[in-house]
């Protein structure tokens, strides 16, 4: 297939996730499209949080974050999470969430796949830090993690 040199500022399809905090004691979620899962044994994923971001420094401290895949039905308060800092506005109300067993990794009870993580790398990049995390909790919804059509968006 013929090719066409393009822009250097390329991405591949991704999903996205929210990714869970706690601010001053509160739960903050900023929504992320760069994860990935980047360890088997033990699993591990990893998220890249712009510096301009809250979340970065707020994770550091806790040492923990979750990962949770919101549906379609969950559109706008994934977009909200995405362009509002909690610099700004709390964001702690916008969704029902429950603890693991880790303090700082809210977890969204509406995600039919959430994920608890312990913070145990981070690399500095020049805009981002690539926040590693173990996964120490993995929960899905009742009847599989997409059931009862729920979809991915
Ligand atoms: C679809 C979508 C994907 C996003 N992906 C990322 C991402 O991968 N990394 C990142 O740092 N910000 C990403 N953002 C932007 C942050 O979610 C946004 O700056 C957020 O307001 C930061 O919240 P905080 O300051 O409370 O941490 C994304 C936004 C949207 C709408």
Same mark, same amino acid.
């Given at each position: 297939?013929?090719?066409? *040199?393009?822009?250097?500022?390329?991405? /591949?399809?991704?999903?996205?996730?929210?990714? @869970?905090?706690?601010?001053? $004691?509160?739960?903050?979620?900023?929504?992320? @499209?760069?994860?990935?899962?980047?360890?088997?044994?033990?699993?591990?994923?990893?998220?890249?949080?712009?510096?301009?971001?809250?979340?970065?420094?707020?994770?550091? *401290?806790?040492?923990?974050?979750?990962?949770?895949?919101?549906?379609?039905?969950?559109?706008?308060?994934?977009?909200?999470?995405?362009?509002?800092?909690?610099?700004?506005?709390?964001?702690?109300? +916008?969704?029902?969430?429950?603890? $693991?067993?880790?303090?700082?990794?809210?977890?969204?009870?509406?995600?039919?796949?959430?994920?608890?993580?312990?913070?145990?790398?981070?690399?500095? /990049?020049?805009?981002?830090?690539?926040?590693?995390?173990?996964?120490?909790?993995?929960?899905?919804?009742? @009847?599989?993690?997409?059931? @009862? $059509?729920?979809?991915? +968006?």
């Amino acid at each position: 297939m013929k090719k066409t *040199r393009i822009t250097t500022n390329v991405f /591949l399809p991704m999903p996205v996730v929210i990714v @869970g905090t706690e601010i001053r $004691g509160r739960p903050n979620f900023l929504t992320a @499209g760069w994860v990935s899962r980047v360890n088997t044994d033990p699993p591990m994923i990893a998220v890249s949080i712009s510096r301009a971001n809250a979340t970065p420094k707020v994770s550091r *401290r806790t040492g923990a974050f979750s990962i949770n895949l919101p549906t379609a039905a969950m559109v706008k308060e994934t977009d909200y999470c995405g362009l509002v800092s909690c610099r700004y506005t709390d964001k702690s109300n +916008i969704f029902d969430h429950f603890q $693991g067993t880790l303090t700082g990794a809210p977890m969204i009870l509406n995600c039919p796949l959430v994920m608890e993580c312990r913070l145990v790398d981070t690399m500095e /990049l020049p805009t981002h830090l690539l926040f590693i995390g173990e996964i120490i909790g993995g929960y899905a919804s009742e @009847g599989g993690a997409l059931s @009862g $059509g729920a979809d991915r +968006i």
